[in-house]
Each structure stands twice: as structure tokens, then as C-alpha cells.
């Protein structure tokens, strides 16, 4: 079987284009242009031996097909790329499209399921590997796989783990493609999908209404692809990257978002409206990277309010 594979990243698609080229299936890859920078020296470093092909917006769908066609492509595989796929295209290669959709279908489709599965605290992600039509993850799905959410587990950890559990069903998603009897996965159904980008507000904190655990869960769902959950102290934009759940010996009474201790030991303690508290571990200013303590030492004091 010859592969061509579309990715745009490197943990979710780095270990099976490895896999590939150890079997020898691999024929080359597409890259998109914007991420040409980030993506290309690193996949030069694995030295493939293949075409690492460069797609723009306007040209990418005629690029591909030639490419498809000079390679004598069988089977093209998708491990992430943000362009819909024509059905001009999807006709080409003698076996079709494959996508590796790094979320359960069907409720996660779209852009990001692997920050709304954080955000909804979700205890399985996963990912759903199908065939592709004209419609945006859908299509006979040739196999599905739940990934356990580890307690404190981020977004980019979350990514490592999927990734590299993909290469050892390589060998069996290229037998399943070669087998015309194959009977394909049926998925329970879900009364809700999820397929919008996440908004500014999907990636704010919410003091006032949000618990201690759901403050946590999307700072988890956005370090480190969103560069952290965003807030606002003291006329200062901030994100927050990490939190630890606190007890205090003498709860206080505070509004959400209140920062109700503050020291050069332990940082900033923030009260949460769930009469919970939460300690800054790690956040992220205009100016870099700082840490509770740092924050206290900038000025962040007891009574100061996130909003």
C-alpha cells in the first residue's frame, strides 16, 4: 500500500508517519504553508526519503492531485489538516481517504474535539479512524478507540499519548482497507455534536459562574495550544496555564476571583464560586511566563480580583 499523508502537527502525526516509513508505504507528505516553518525542519530531521510537499490555500487541491498521481498514491491518510477535502479529490487515490479524527464521533466532530472533550471534563478522548466523503468527519469508520483523560493531564500531554498510540494500528488499517468484506463500526449515536472553533469566550475563564474543577479542566484544555485560559487582574491580560486545588485551614469569605492569600512561599490563592480555592502556579503575561510567586513579587496582593 503507498501513502501520501496530510498532517499539521507534529505529536499527533510524527509517530505514524514514522511507522510508515519503517514498513516502507510512505510516498510523501503535504504540509500547510503557515506551518511550513515549524513543521518541515522537523520532518526533514527524521530523513524520510520523500517529498515533503508545501500546500497554499489557492493551489493546494491541484498540488495534491498531481502528487498523488506522480506517486501512484493508493490510499491518502489525514492526521489533522484544517481544509475541507473536495470530492474531486477524495475520488483520486484507488482507496480513498482515511481520516484519523483525534475525537469521539459523533459528538465531537469539527476543528478542536480535543479541547472540548477537556473543557467538558470528559473522561475519554480517543480517536476515530473512517474513510471520508464531502461531509466534515463522516464517512464508514473503520475503527474507534477511547484514550483515558488522566487527572491534571493537559491538552499537549493528551496529544503525546494519542499520537503514539496510533502507529500500532497501522498494519491493521491497511489490512482493513485492503479487505473488501470488512464490516464497518457503528457508532452510538449522541444527541449533541460539538464541531464549532473554540470562541474568546470558550477560552475565558468565567469566575463568576465556573467551579474550581471547571476552572481547571479548561486550563488544562487550553496549555499549551491556547497558551492558557485567559483572565484579567488589576487592568493586567493574563492566561493562566496551571492551578492546584487548595485547602485552607481558615476558609474566608470572598467573591469569586478574589485573591484571598498572596506570600512568596506559596503565591496566589484565588477563591472560586464554588467556596473553593485554587493556587496560581503558572501563568503567562504580555511580558512571559511567570509563576504565582512571581506574581505576588509583581505587585498581585490579597483583595486583588480576577474578572
Known sequence: MKILVLCNSDSLAFPTI?????????TAIGIVKKNETFLAPMLEDMDLGVDIVTLERKSWEKVLADKILETKTDT???LTFPWKVPASLLKIPPY?????????????????????QFKNRERDGGFTIHLMNENIDEGPVLHQELVSIFPGENYGFHCMRLGNAVPDLVEKVVQIQNDENFEYVKLEPSDEVI????????????WQRQTSEEIEALINATNPKYQGARTRNNDVDMSILEITPVNLDN??????????????????????SDDEYVRITVARTREGYVSGVKLFNLGFVVGHRFD
Open 195 to 206: 464541531n464549532q472553533k473554540p470562541s474568546n469566550d470558550d477560552l475565558t475563564i468565567d
Open 251 to 272: 476558609p474566608v469569605e470572598a467573591e469569586p476571583g478574589q485573591i484571598v492569600h498572596a506570600d512568596s512561599v506559596y503565591g496566589l490563592v484565588v477563591a472560586c
Open 76 to 78: 491518502v491518510w489525514v
Open 18 to 26: 514514522s511507522k510508515l516509513k519503517e514498513l516502507g508505504f510512505l
Open 96 to 116: 480513498g481517504f482515511v481520516n484519523f479524527h483525534f475525537g469521539i464521533l459523533p459528538k465531537y466532530k469539527g476543528i478542536d474535539p480535543i479541547f472540548w
